[in-house]
C-alpha cells in the first residue's frame, strides 16, 4: 500500500487548502482513511476521518466546522478542505489508511492506522 499527499503550502491566517492523497495497492473503496498532523515538538494527532464507502466522519473538534474530509473512490483519493486556517493548524500533515478491511475500530488513535504516506508541510501565518 502507497499513500502519496499532496496540497500543502504557505497560507495567512484566515485561508484555505486542500490536501489530497491518492492511494494504491488495495481496493480503495473497503478501507477507512484518515489524516493527522504534527507541529514541531509535538505528537502526531488525530484531524479527520472517514469510514469505507463515505459511511462516516470523524472530527477532531479543533478542526469541526472548518475542515471537511472527502473521498473519491473512483480516483482512490481522500481529500481534506480546509477553510478558516489558524496558525495553530501548521504542521506536517499525513494521510494513513488501517490494515483491516471495513475498519470499525477507533478513528481517532494513530496505532490503527498501520500505513501512512509521506506527509505534506502547512503553514498558516499569523
Known amino acids: 500500500v502507497q499513500l502519496q499527499a499532496s496540497g500543502g503550502g504557505l497560507v495567512q491566517a484566515g485561508g484555505s487548502l486542500t490536501l489530497s492523497c491518492i492511494a494504491s495497492?488495495?481496493?480503495?473503496?473497503?478501507?477507512?482513511m484518515g489524516w493527522f498532523r504534527q507541529a514541531p515538538g509535538k505528537e502526531r494527532e488525530f484531524v479527520a476521518s472517514?469510514?469505507?464507502?463515505?459511511?462516516?466522519?470523524y472530527y477532531a473538534n479543533s478542526v469541526k466546522d472548518r475542515f471537511t474530509i472527502s473521498r473519491d473512490d473512483a480516483k482512490s483519493t481522500v481529500n481534506l478542505q480546509m477553510n478558516s486556517l489558524k496558525p495553530e493548524d501548521t504542521g506536517v500533515y499525513y494521510c494513513?489508511?488501517?490494515?483491516?478491511?471495513?475498519?470499525?475500530?477507533?478513528?481517532?488513535?494513530?496505532?490503527?492506522?498501520?500505513?501512512w504516506g509521506q506527509g505534506t508541510q502547512v503553514t498558516v501565518s499569523s
Open positions: 494513513a489508511t488501517p490494515a483491516g478491511q471495513y475498519y470499525r475500530g477507533s478513528y481517532y488513535d494513530p496505532r490503527e492506522y498501520a500505513y
Open positions: 495497492g488495495r481496493t480503495f473503496s473497503d478501507y477507512a
Open positions: 472517514i469510514s469505507w464507502s463515505n459511511g462516516f466522519t
